[in-house]
């Protein structure tokens, strides 16, 4: 089965920094897009980032593109989401997300709590 295992989230001041990891298993194919997604409180489920394995291409939510980025280690088969300059409208559950072969597979998601 394949298994995603977000963490890393956590409570920070506003203008702080923080890392997601999220951790794929049991899942094995070269074609399929990887990405985040947020829930804040109240709100709809919002694209963070999706990246593509055919090309790499990135593609981020345009305001939160530069204070966020997105990198892969494969050998851990572990997908990081460093967030930069955090303000208080980025609180939400974060959710990583693999899609591939026209199936979605979520993790658990992982708080994020940014203070003023």
């Known amino acids: 089965d394949v298994q995603l295992q977000a963490s890393g989230g956590g409570l920070v001041q506003a203008g702080g920094s923080l890392t997601l990891s999220c951790a794929v298993s049991?899942?094995?194919?070269?074609?399929?897009?990887i990405g985040w997604f947020r829930q804040a409180s109240g709100k709809e489920r919002e694209r963070v980032l999706c990246?593509?394995?055919?090309?790499?291409?990135?593609m981020y939510a345009d305001s939160l593109k530069g204070r966020f980025i997105t990198s892969i280690n494969n050998a851990k088969n572990t997908v990081y989401l460093r967030m930069n300059n955090l303000k208080p409208e980025d609180t939400a559950v974060y959710y990583c997300?693999?899609?591939?072969?026209?199936?979605?597979?979520w993790g658990q998601g992982t708080q994020v709590t940014v203070s003023s």
């Open positions: 997300v693999v899609v591939a072969a026209g199936k979605d597979y």
């Open positions: 049991g899942f094995n194919s070269d074609d399929y897009a």
């Open positions: 990246i593509e394995s055919s090309d790499g291409r990135t």
